[in-house]
């Protein structure tokens, strides 16, 4: 990596702006899996987002990307999560969700290494990371979160909330002392389901670096997202972006004064980003390339769908070895059923897919598995 001293003309007198630099010029030469930094966001934590700041007494929040509809609604003496913090946890309950397939998190054996995880310095007082991290945990894992999709065609939604939890909280100077009884969380059965089926891929070094604005953080977590599947410019109105994430403006201008700035942050980690904010109507995205972990498009439907890896798969198979059996039994009885058909003579990789989707939802086991495991991945 090129030192400061080696940068044509740049003379920087702020250390902390020569380290900002130095975190950008990292994450931009190597990638995140590279770096042993890859960590997982869930889909739907992408496509409407958190406040952004506090907005008690209210206790009922909504936001709107298109025909998806996020409804947050938290206990009136709790309040509603926002900020940065309740994203960080949410990122990393979507990693722990990918890596170990199971519903129940374990936040480790002190506050110390829950800390390190989330790449946060451990900070005591009125305004340290310790109090604020309390409040936005229990603000988080007290909510309920609805997720609706309403067309034309139909209408559906989940309720995705942490179905029980118990976390044990030190002293600053206790940081480093392993708690007596463990801390935990426990994800219901849908939000376990989407979080492992449905992760967008993120650079924990990104999210470190941007991590005191929610705005950029939404930002660089959408265009992630965004720019896994589109193949043609766009267009995105400022009405409409304003709507999808946090932010709370009273007026549309500050809005699009704080997303450019956010995106001049973003742009200094992700410069391969194709956009131009000063478009006709709103935010203009050209193609641009992405990160993105092996998917397979869903031949009977025009979906995508995430893989896990093999050795992930492999785990969530061997630890809930009920569920896979009945999907087998469910496979065989499939099969047998369907010899001789002529549908699986004329397309007979469509027609496994069919079967393993079938079978998957029969035996309630995340089609990611399945089709993992029964080596439905060529397409991908």
Known sequence: MPKLSNLDGLRLVNPRTAERVEEALAIQEQEAKEAGKLGYLGRIHVQATLPHSRLDPISEYERVNGKFHLY?????????????????????????????AEPRLELGKNMSRFFEKIDLPITGGKHGYIRSMREQMIRLFNSDFRYRYGSEESDQSALMAVEAYKVWWLKPEQSAQDDLFPSYIVLTGPFFAELFNHAVPVDLRAVSYLRKSPLALDLFNWLTHRYSYMKHQTEVPWEMLADQVGACYSHL???????????????????????????????ILRPSPTHVRKNLQLVNSKDR????????????????????????????????????????ARSPEAFLQRMVEIAASRANIPLGVALVMSSVTQNR
């Open 72 to 100: 947050v609604k938290a206990p009136k003496s709790i309040g509603l999560p926002y900020g940065t913090l309740p994203r960080l946890l949410l990122i990393w309950m979507s990693t722990e969700v990918v890596l170990n």
């Open 253 to 283: 201008r500050m809005f699009k004064y704080n997303v450019k700035k956010a995106l001049q942050s973003i742009k200094q980690i992700y410069p391969q980003a194709e956009f131009d904010p000063e478009g006709k109507y709103g935010l």
């Open 305 to 344: 769908i995430d893989l896990p890896s093999r050795e992930i798969a492999g785990k969530w198979s061997t630890r809930h070895w009920h569920a896979w059996s009945r999907f087998l039994e469910e496979m065989k009885s499939l099969r047998e059923a369907s010899a001789g058909s002529s549908e699986a």
